[in-house]
């Protein structure tokens, strides 16, 4: 089983091909994706663009939330938009948690304050209906955690990590997963590829952030717009790095995100796929 924790197929960089970039992943042995909204307003277009996926991909899910770096053009009223978006999803097996959210202290011109309000707001919705959470953890992981300590968030998944051992291991303690992807691909990542190796592997999980966070070898391609379909090789890096075989990495990767994302457990129990 081959799972992409976080891949954008909304994202406008695949508007031109996205019917090819689906085939490409499913063809490339991916089996399914988790699409995280990063607009109130994307509701819609999340929902009926990871059912299409998963035609070709059956173990596709999605998340709705509002993403830090939207925090700027959102308003107040969108946190209700959100609230009733997830109320109409319960009913769809293949919603299964709040993401994209969180906090970025990477890029300048983002107020903390604005984006810690949505972020507080979307964790309150976590709470409410005992879903796990997609955390955008950039430069902010210690405010996230100081976030999610008194509360009763279920778990989730802090993506895209790069953070120090010591904050990986109090999000394993709070159920989470973390993220990598085509950062640990490089071979001067040492940091990231410290973390993928040394951590317990069933706090792993596999992602490609799609069309970002491209992998080595496709940085210094003109076109390097990441895709669900270098998930694959992505793997077997980390397979690489905890001298494991491809599909163990696969499989021990996959679980651990079904773990920490009951929603997704029970569509994969529902469908006729192989769980290893």
């Known amino acids: 089983m081959c799972l992409d924790t976080h891949c954008h197929l909304d994202a406008d960089e695949f508007g031109h091909d996205r019917d090819a970039v689906i085939h490409?992943?499913?063809?490339?042995?991916?089996?399914?994706?988790?699409?995280?909204?990063?607009?109130?307003?994307?509701?819609?277009?999340?929902?009926?663009?990871?059912?299409?996926?998963?035609?070709?991909?059956?173990?596709?899910?999605?998340?709705?939330?509002?993403?830090?770096?939207?925090?700027?053009?959102?308003?107040?009223?969108?946190?209700?938009?959100?609230?009733?978006?997830v109320i109409e999803a319960l009913d769809d097996p293949r919603f299964v948690g709040i993401g994209e959210i969180g906090l970025d202290y990477f890029l300048p011109d983002l107020d903390a304050n604005h984006q810690a309000f949505f972020f507080e707001k979307q964790l309150d919705l976590a709470?409410?209906?005992?879903?796990?959470?997609?955390?955008?953890?950039?430069?902010?992981?210690?405010?996230?955690?100081?976030?999610?300590?008194?509360?009763?968030i279920i778990g989730g998944i802090a993506h895209a990590f790069n953070g120090s051992f010591q904050?990986?291991?109090?999000?394993?303690?709070?159920?989470?997963?973390?993220?990598?992807?085509?950062?640990?691909?490089?071979?001067?990542?040492?940091?990231?590829?410290?973390?993928?190796?040394?951590?317990?592997?069933?706090?792993?999980?596999?992602?490609?952030?799609?069309?970002?966070?491209?992998?080595?070898?496709?940085?210094?391609?003109?076109?390097?717009?990441?895709?669900?379909?270098?998930?694959?090789?992505?793997?077997s890096i980390l397979a690489e790095i905890r001298s494991t075989s491809i599909s163990q990495t696969q499989t021990i990767c996959a679980n651990n995100a079904l773990r920490v994302i009951p929603r997704w457990a029970t569509l994969l129990a529902q469908l006729p796929l192989s769980k290893d």
């Open 24 to 85: 490409r992943a499913a063809q490339s042995g991916v089996n399914g994706v988790l699409l995280p909204a990063v607009r109130a307003k994307d509701h819609l277009s999340v929902k009926n663009l990871t059912h299409q996926a998963a035609q070709l991909m059956p173990a596709s899910c999605y998340t709705l939330g509002i993403h830090p770096i939207f925090t700027p053009e959102a308003k107040e009223s969108d946190l209700e938009v959100l609230r009733h978006s």
């Open 127 to 152: 709470e409410e209906f005992n879903l796990p959470v997609i955390l955008h953890v950039r430069r902010s992981q210690d405010a996230i955690l100081k976030a999610l300590k008194p509360r009763k």
């Open 167 to 235: 904050q990986a291991e109090h999000f394993i303690k709070l159920n989470f997963v973390v993220g990598f992807g085509g950062a640990m691909t490089f071979p001067r990542a040492l940091q990231i590829r410290r973390l993928a190796k040394d951590l317990p592997f069933e706090s792993i999980v596999l992602e490609t952030d799609a069309p970002d966070i491209p992998p080595a070898w496709l940085a210094k391609q003109v076109s390097h717009r990441n895709e669900p379909a270098e998930l694959p090789q992505i793997s």
